[in-house]
C-alpha cells in the first residue's frame, strides 16, 4: 500500500470487533490473548475498503499489488517476501489492513508460497470456489475487501490438514513485540531483601 491513511483505523484493524479478524495470538489458539505488535511498523489502511472503485485500487495499489489482489493473479513460487520469513507476528491484508495469519500456524509447505494451517480467525478469510485454468480449487479471499490471497487444499499438515496457500504480495507483516518479561524485565534480585 503506498496510500497515506490515518493512524487510527490502522489500530482499528489491529483490535477486536473494528476489522472482522480477532487480532492473532502470540501462543497459539488454545492461548487466547491477544497478541502486542509494533504499532509503528504498521501502515495505514482504508477506513472503508467497500467502498472504493477500482479506480481507487489502482491507484493504491502497486501494479503488482493490483494484478494478485484485484485480478487474482499469483507471484511466482519462491519470490515473494514471505515464503521463507520466520518472524514472530501477524500476517495482514496489504490492501485493507486486516489481520489474516499469524506467525504460529505458519509452516514450511516447500512450495515457495507462505503457507499456513489456518487463518488468524475463522471470519478473517472467505473462501469461494475457483473454476480457473481448468481446476476446480477453493479460493481464499481478504472478507474485509475482498482480496484474492491465495488458494486452500486439503493437503496440510495437522491440526487442520488445510494448507492456506497465500501470496506474499497479499500480506504485509506485523512483527510482534516481546512482552516486558521476554524483553528482560527482571523481579526481585537475590542480592538484597525481598522487601518484606
Ligand atoms: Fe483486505
Keep these: 500500500m503506498r496510500l497515506p491513511r490515518p493512524l487510527a483505523i490502522v489500530l482499528c484493524a489491529l483490535s477486536t470487533g473494528c476489522g472482522g479478524g480477532e487480532v492473532a495470538r502470540a501462543g497459539g489458539a488454545a492461548d487466547g490473548g491477544p497478541v502486542s505488535v509494533d504499532r509503528?511498523?504498521?501502515l495505514a489502511y482504508p477506513d472503508d475498503p467497500q467502498a472504493l472503485s477500482d479506480a481507487d485500487w489502482r491507484r493504491i495499489l502497486t501494479p503488482e499489488e493490483y494484478h494478485v489482489l484485484r485480478e487474482?493473479?499469483?507471484e511466482r513460487a519462491f519470490s515473494g517476501e514471505y515464503w521463507n520469513h520466520h518472524q514472530d507476528g501477524v500476517y495482514v491484508c496489504?490492501?485493507?489492513g486486516q489481520v489474516l495469519f499469524r506467525s504460529d500456524d505458519k509452516f514450511d509447505s516447500g512450495t515457495g508460497w507462505p503457507s499456513y494451517?489456518?487463518?488468524a480467525d475463522p471470519g478473517a478469510v472467505s473462501t469461494r470456489e475457483d473454476r480457473s485454468w481448468g481446476m476446480v480449487r477453493t479460493e481464499a479471499v481478504c472478507s474485509r475487501c475482498g482480496g484474492h490471497l491465495g488458494h486452500v487444499f486439503d493437503d496440510g499438515p495437522p491440526p487442520t490438514g488445510?494448507?492456506?496457500c497465500i501470496n506474499s504480495v497479499?500480506?504485509?507483516f506485523v512483527p510482534a513485540v516481546a512482552s516486558p518479561l521476554e524483553a528482560g524485565a527482571t523481579g526481585p534480585t537475590s542480592s538484597g531483601p525481598s522487601g518484606d
Design 117 to 119: 494451517t489456518r487463518p
Design 170 to 172: 497479499s500480506l504485509d
Design 162 to 164: 488445510k494448507r492456506w
Design 40 to 42: 509503528s511498523a504498521v
Design 94 to 96: 496489504a490492501a485493507c
Design 72 to 74: 487474482r493473479g499469483t
